[in-house]
């Protein structure tokens, strides 16, 4: 054993570490900037977007439809239309996060030109950053790559509005590449599988340049990049207080450089209980695919989520993943656009069946929640209900699910740096010091 592993805080960690819950009621400290209802605490006003899932009435919480808005325009109106002519709007959706306002077809032509000419990366970045010691998760590398371009900006440090705006669109352009390079690198480190480089096709959408440079063959469908286009929109923002942008718009209060800042949500993202509860989500897909033998049996269905509720099946945390929100209590836009454009993609094909069986999921899951606790709570299917079931019918791989909320995040990130930048007040909330009264200090000899 090392001298590491002998160490006391590592027997004594939860000991040291913990803070009785009595003291966060006693003091009325809102854990986590959560009041005892589920909403948060206002920590901040915004003008980028607004996320809307109840009301309060005389005090009390009531549930009502979700509702997300970008800059004031209602997400529905931006792309909620599955038409056959629907065009990517992942880059319109950047601009008005990033501009305020929607743009014309010349400013929107201009701006796609501008994400198109920054694709490329700096000379041996590449072999530096994404060959050399690939990680295993493409998140760490999408961060220490963030990181690097600083060391390429000689203006990295400029704090201008140019820079800002500069150093944003070239991370919106140049993120998806990093993401799907970094894939195959690591694939091929820790899997021993071919390595594959292609080279970005200048004039792609970002969509259509995530699944050219994803693809052995570099060939993929309109119906595919246009889903992938959908998902990009839907996850390019979501309000102030999830927890990367309160990253970003904390770290950006400190002033410190765009990269650090950007480095910084990404690792945010990362985490299980944020961006990457999408692990979670086809964890426990995986197992239900599994265990339920006919997937049209609802008795079946509903005797797994029963036992997942009870703590014994899944991860045994008693969460039905992929079904509630923090926010959203009769409705997440977000899941309700995304399952509106899967069925269409899914319709005829063999993945019809596994769609219908996340229907069944979402439709039985309140009632068996309610049932086995004896307690009915409005929740609904979230985003991450079908976003995963989509990427597998596109053959994304599940190491770039939370890179790709990333690539698409990054619009919204902007958009809230841009906003700290223009508050100039650092982000400084107080905490409760939990110590009971002074300790007299005593020499090391005499402990």
């Known amino acids: 054993m090392s001298q590491t592993e002998k160490l006391e805080l590592n027997q004594n960690f939860m000991q040291v570490n913990r803070i009785d ?30 996320v809307h899932g109840y009301v309060i009435s005389d005090g009390e919480k009531l549930p009502d439809q979700g509702h997300l808005s970008l800059r004031g325009y209602d ?11 629907y065009r990517y709007n992942f880059e319109e959706v950047a601009y008005l996060l990033l501009m305020g306002h929607l743009p014309t077809r010349e400013q929107l032509d201009g701006f796609i030109a501008a994400i198109d000419e920054a694709r490329e990366l700096p000379d041996g970045f590449i072999a530096s950053q994404i060959v050399s ?25 400029e704090r201008s ?10 991370l919106i352009s140049r993120l998806p590449r990093i993401s799907v390079l970094g894939y195959h690198c690591m694939r091929a480190r820790y ?12 004039g792609q959408s970002t969509a259509e340049t995530i699944l050219s440079a994803l693809r052995p063959d570099r060939q993929f469908t309109p119906e595919e990049a246009r889903m992938l286009d959908v998902l990009l929109c839907l996850h390019a923002e979501h309000g102030g207080g999830n927890n990367s942008t309160f990253t970003m718009r904390v770290m950006s209060s400190a002033d410190t450089d765009p990269y650090s800042a950007f480095a910084g949500a990404i690792g945010s993202l990362k985490g299980h209980r944020h961006g990457g509860a999408n692990f979670k989500v086809r964890e426990m897909h995986n197992e239900l695919k599994q265990v339920v033998t006919n997937w049209e049996d609802e008795d079946q269905v509903a005797a797994y989520l029963e036992k997942v509720v009870r703590k014994e099946a899944s991860d045994r945390s008693g969460l039905i993943y992929g079904m509630g929100h923090a926010v959203y209590t009769l409705s997440d836009p977000r ?7 899967a069925e269409r993609l899914a319709a005829g094909t063999e993945h019809e069946a596994e769609f219908k069986l996340l229907q069944t999921v979402e439709r039985l899951a309140p009632e068996v929640i309610a ?21 597998r019918m ?24 841009f906003e700290e930048i223009a508050s100039t007040r650092i982000i400084r909330p107080a905490y409760k010091n939990a110590t009971k009264g002074g300790r007299d200090y005593v020499a090391i000899d005499e402990r």
């Open 21 to 50: 819950p009595a003291l966060y009621r006693k003091f009325d400290v809102k854990r986590g900037l959560r009041n005892a209802d589920g909403t948060g605490v206002i920590a901040g006003m915004t003008n980028v977007s607004n």
């Open 335 to 341: 899941a309700v656009i995304c399952k509106r454009f």
């Open 75 to 85: 997400l529905y109106d931006l792309l909620g239309n599955p038409s056959v002519d």
């Open 161 to 170: 509005v140019e820079h800002e705006v500069m150093t944003a669109i070239s």
């Open 394 to 417: 596109m053959g994304v791989p599940e190491d770039l699910f939370t890179p790709l909320f990333a690539c698409a995040r990054m619009a919204g990130w902007t958009a809230h740096r």
């Open 191 to 202: 899997h021993k599988e071919s390595w594959i480089m292609h080279r970005f096709i200048p």
């Open 371 to 391: 049932n086995v606790k004896g307690t009915r709570k409005d929740i609904c299917a979230n985003i991450d209900m079908y976003t995963g079931f989509v990427y």
């Open 133 to 157: 010691d690939t990680p295993p998760d493409i998140m760490n590398m999408l961060s220490r790559s963030v990181l690097s371009l600083y060391l390429h900006d000689p203006r990295a440090e």
